[in-house]
């Protein structure tokens, strides 16, 4: 089973792009995948892959009922089929925005309830608890989680449930970075989860090669962290998943991109990059 | 931090598995638990049958058992019992509302997946269209007591008082 979360400490950086098209990667590379979009943000993966149409219909069931333990429906009814073969996205809802108030209302409830007065209802572990129970290791072979890019519930329940994490950094602007910076993120993870979480990668998106970005990448290179590939700014790929709303895959195909030819590499690096992620699960 | 994949979350004991939603459930739709109750009345009942049962039929699910089942003919046949369950249900998971945790050590999970393989082959479908539930549930529908009783004696079951 291939499991894992995408995150990144600042928003904008492609987390939710690198996701999406891993997620067709390891679909065309013939596993049965299954992205669980934790992020409340309009521009999510559920609006790139067209599956985000109940997300503020307040009656409609929706992850966090189901992390609630208060569920309106069959888990399996989340499960969305997107136009891209093999992958199957959970989508993103409104309700996402108050997950932690859901939460500690729901911890509240089931504390009272538990005949032990010291229990404490975990609430991170709530994702993988209804994964389990609705046996979604049994259908699927890949796992992506794609939280939003903050620390807190909805991140905790991902990592919970997946235990690795894929780190798309920005090498400058508002997503600077700072290797010291990521330690103490995932060491913070760690301590706020309590298992041991694995690093498949810090995967550079929207490189340049300017001088401060050369220095960067040389010194995150240096570090512990694995850094499978580099992804060199493609700013109008990017730009034509979101207004075509499909994977970079999509994009090449429907000959959507004025650079296609010299874009294939793009996506054979996502395909190394997926083939390396499932050689760490092996 | 570790450098590659973390532990396997799904591989592990689970997390209280009782915990939280299971229990205390106060927005449950009334209809929904009395939509419960006589499956589970069929579930027992079905306990006691289950040995007179043939193995094509033990996949068979709780709402076929009416009529199917021979022991109830002179129920109505208000349901058609051409298509088999398998072809009729929309999910895997159809009917099957009593979910039973599996812990398996390593061992065995190896050995579910090399008789899924085995399943698979014998049915000469893909591998990829057999459904695990689907066996799991034929397992103890084709369960034999004594050999299970065997096996549980040489893994030291004859020692328990």
Redesign the interface.
């Known amino acids: 089973m291939i499991t894992y979360t995408t995150y990144s400490e600042a928003g904008g950086v492609g987390k939710t792009t690198t996701a999406a098209n891993l997620a067709v990667a390891h679909a065309r590379r013939g596993h049965d995948v299954l992205c669980i979009d934790l992020d409340p943000q309009e521009g999510s993966l559920s609006y790139l892959f067209e599956v985000d149409d109940d997300r503020s219909d307040g009656t409609a069931d929706n992850l966090v009922r189901h992390l609630i333990g208060r569920p309106k429906g069959e888990f399996r009814d989340l499960i969305r089929e997107t136009d891209e073969a093999g992958v199957d996205v959970i989508p993103s809802h409104n309700m996402l925005e108050n997950l932690t108030r859901n939460l500690m209302k729901a911890a509240e409830i089931e504390e009272d309830m538990h005949p032990d007065d010291d229990y404490e209802w975990p609430k991170h572990e709530q994702l993988l608890r209804v994964l389990r129970e609705n046996d979604v290791p049994g259908d699927y072979d890949v796992i992506i989680c794609d939280p939003q890019a903050t620390p807190g519930d909805a991140l905790n329940n991902a990592i919970f449930a997946t235990r690795s994490v894929l780190l798309p950094v920005e090498l400058s602007g508002k997503g600077a970075l700072s290797i010291r910076g990521l330690d103490d993120l995932v060491t913070g993870l760690e301590e706020e989860v309590g298992i041991q979480v694995g690093v498949l990668g810090v995967v550079p998106v929207g490189f340049k090669r300017t001088n401060t970005q050369e220095t960067q990448l040389e010194e995150l290179k240096a570090s512990d962290f694995d850094l499978p590939v580099v992804f060199r700014e493609r700013a109008s790929l990017m730009q034509n998943m979101w207004d075509h709303r499909t994977s970079a895959y999509g994009v090449l195909e429907d000959e959507r991109e004025p650079n296609g030819e010299y874009e294939l590499e793009t996506l054979e690096k996502y395909d190394d990059l997926a083939a390396g992620i499932e050689g760490e699960f092996e | 931090?570790?450098?590659?994949?973390?532990?396997?979350?799904?591989?592990d004991d689970?997390?209280?598995?009782d915990?939280?939603?299971?229990?205390?459930?106060?927005?449950v739709p009334a209809e929904e638990s009395t939509a419960e109750s006589p499956s589970t009345n069929e579930r027992a009942d079905r306990r006691g049958q289950r040995d007179d049962r043939d193995q094509s039929r033990g996949g068979d699910d709780d709402a076929t058992d009416d009529t199917d089942d021979a022991g109830n003919s002179d129920d109505g046949d208000d349901e058609p019992t051409e298509i088999p369950w398998v072809l009729r249900r929309s999910?895997?998971?159809e009917d099957r509302d009593n979910?039973h945790?599996f812990f398996l050590r390593d061992e065995y999970s190896a050995a579910e997946d090399a008789i899924m393989d085995a399943v698979a082959d014998e049915l000469d479908i893909r591998e990829k269209d057999l459904?695990?539930?689907d066996v799991r549930e034929a397992m103890v529908a084709t369960a034999d007591a004594e050999a299970i009783a065997a096996t549980l004696s040489e893994w030291g079951y004859e020692y328990v008082d």
Do not use: H, Y
């Open positions: 931090m570790k450098s590659g994949a973390g532990d396997d979350p799904f591989a689970p997390v209280e598995p915990d939280g939603g299971a229990e205390g459930e106060p927005e999910r895997v998971k979910v945790q459904k695990k539930l």
